[in-house]
């Protein structure tokens, strides 16, 4: 595959997120998602793309776990804060 076919296949992916109205949750905890066996090469290829529907539970944070038998670490979308409202206290009073 030549730079410039390798060039319009990632225009194209690209393109179809923009059109698709996909969005790329921002990664926490570690900055890349696949590493080399021995560690001098990583990249953070993984991702997860969701609906701009998230704009209405915005509290939703991507997690990269560390890597353990594939060369790939998992990645876990997971809602960070829930305001329930306030919390009935009771105490007994013995």
Known sequence: MSTT???RE???FNDFIENSELVDILLVGRKFTWYKPNGLVKSGIDR???SKWIDFWPNF???VLSRSI???C???LREVS???GPK???CLDV
Do not use: C, N
């Open 5 to 7: 076919d390798y060039s």
């Open 10 to 12: 990632i225009e194209g």
């Open 48 to 50: 997860v793309l969701i």
């Open 61 to 63: 944070q991507e997690f």
């Open 70 to 72: 594939s060369d790939h």
């Open 74 to 76: 998992a990645v876990i």
């Open 82 to 84: 829930v305001d329930w």
């Open 88 to 90: 009935p206290f009771r």
